[in-house]
């Protein structure tokens, strides 16, 4: 189920999934996270629970937000209710609440400072990139005491620029806000590469990134809706689940 997992410093615990091993029928077999793609309720719910168990938080405790591919971040406390809708990114210093980014093409991203006890989630297709979503998302941490140079980032899967045919003005609105999205296909016309945009985007803010997983349209342990259409939404989890140890959580996040 879980492509990856890990952590930022001693309390934040965060997971990568694909679409395996999960309780969903087709179409959106079987590990799908989202709610709004038409499943049963009480599958995608016994599915989030199965990645919040990973990181030792409750489902009730998860956190969903409804995209709408713009750059407004919300900022989730002990009381917000799911899903946090008309945003594309979410902030917390709340423990033990679980943030939940979910994509089928789109990047999610997962970012977390270990010493100040900030942690965020953010979607980025191209209209993500253009907004520059994780801009905002980076400031938003910031402004709850986040510091950039103890941030890390985690871009999780998209589709690539070789499955990712795109027009002239979508290439160039998209290449203005970051170059490396851009991709010329085998044939000479134009792609995008969504993942590789948005690394870029975050170490233009200072933020240390790595990603995972492949592309969505080409793996099929992965959800695409260019590829599927009706199908489901693997995603990514973070939460902070200790109290943050200041100094000894930035050291244990340098490795
Ligand atoms: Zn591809």
Known sequence: MAIAEGSFGTDIRWAFT??????????????????????????????????????????????????IHGNRVGVVTSTTVSPVPNVDAMVTTSVGRALLVVGADCSPVILGDGVAG??????????????????????????????????????????????????????????????????????????LDIRRGVMQQCRALGVRTSSWGGCTYEDPNLFSYRRDHTTGRHGAMIAITGPTTGYLASTSSKH
């Open 18 to 67: 694909d679409r395996t091993n999960g309780f969903s029928a087709v179409p959106f077999d079987s590990l799908n996270l989202a709610e709004h793609v038409g499943d049963d309720a009480n599958s995608v719910r016994q599915n989030r629970s199965k990645v919040s168990e990973l990181l030792g938080v409750d489902v009730d405790a998860v956190v969903a937000m409804a995209p």
């Open 118 to 191: 900030v942690i965020a989630v953010a979607h980025s297709g191209w209209r993500g990139i253009e907004a520059n979503v994780v801009a905002a998302t980076v400031e938003a941490m910031c402004d709850l005491g986040a510091k950039t140079d103890e941030m890390v980032a985690v871009v999780g899967p998209s589709v690539c620029g070789h499955c990712y045919e795109v027009d002239r003005v979508r290439f160039d609105a998209t290449v203005r806000s970051a170059t490396n999205a851009g991709v010329v296909r085998r044939d000479g016309t134009l792609g």
